[in-house]
């Protein structure tokens, strides 16, 4: 796998890094002929979550992406990356779509957590959240998650459900932040390495209990070299993948997630 000994909390801040690339950047680099398809038809569109339709190589796919933006006035357009459940079901929505027409669904991952204010629980949060992992258990078409930034909590799950998920080296995965898990279990947020140790969610300790299938290693590369090692990677996925009837792709994506953690 190629992941140096790094302690899990360096990992975080990592992927919390200002500077560190988003869905957007993998959008521009990876997908040919992106067009960007808004709203969720019930509410109004959540510029946190891009989707959206295009082609790697000669495959048309559907695209969806955790965006926060670059410049300040984009992160407070963007929510800083946070989705409100009109984002969690304008993905929904794209996915039914690609479906419909056979294509495969590529997510990227790179959120802190889904948006918590008043008027997203109001506008039913957790029902979209929960909806997205039902409906994806039974999409009849490939489903390849990448986590390329911090995936936090449900929010993150939300795109969380797929054939395959990989994880960029110096990304991490977790149910609750470190902070989150320090606050809650000792009363003291300072003591977020320790609970960054405890939670396992980096992509090395990820690997090793089956949660993810690949870690695409970002030691000594830009992340151009990057993009390229990652478009390699779902391109081989794609094609395996794409060969499957689609009950065996059901089956294979049910023995997927009942496997973890036994």
């Not at 911090?150 to 799950?157: D, H």
Request: hydrophobic share 40%.
């Amino acid at each position: 796998m190629g992941c140096d000994k790094m302690k899990a909390y360096e990992r975080v801040l990592n992927a919390r890094k200002s500077q560190r690339p988003m869905g957007g950047f993998y959008i521009k680099r990876l997908v040919n002929n992106f067009l960007e398809l808004h709203g969720d038809k019930r509410y109004g569109d959540d510029s946190a979550i891009v989707g959206g339709i295009g082609m790697i190589n000669d495959i048309p796919v559907t695209v969806i992406a955790m965006e926060r933006g670059d410049t300040i006035e984009d992160r407070i357009k963007r929510n800083f990356g946070c989705p409100s459940p009109e984002g969690y079901r304008k993905a929904l929505r794209l996915m039914k779509q690609a479906e419909k027409f056979h294509r495969p669904i590529i997510c990227f991952i790179g959120s802190s957590g889904a948006h918590c204010g008043i008027e997203a629980e109001e506008r039913g949060q957790g029902e979209a959240i929960a909806e997205n992992l039902m409906e994806m258990m039974a999409l009849k078409t490939p489903i390849i998650s990448v986590v390329v930034g911090e995936g936090g909590s449900g929010g993150a799950l939300a795109l969380g459900v797929a054939d395959t998920v990989m994880m960029l080296e110096n990304s991490v995965y977790s149910v609750i932040s470190p902070e989150g898990c320090a606050s809650i279990l000792w009363k003291d947020a300072a003591k977020a390495d320790e609970a960054a140790e405890a939670l396992k969610l980096t992509a090395e300790d990820l690997y090793k209990f089956g949660v993810i299938e690949k870690v695409i290693p970002e030691r000594e590369k830009n992340f151009d070299e990057i993009c390229d090692d990652l478009k390699t990677e779902i391109l081989n996925e794609l094609k395996e993948k794409m060969e499957l009837s689609p009950e065996k792709l059901l089956d294979n994506r049910y023995q997927r997630f009942r496997k973890i953690g036994a």
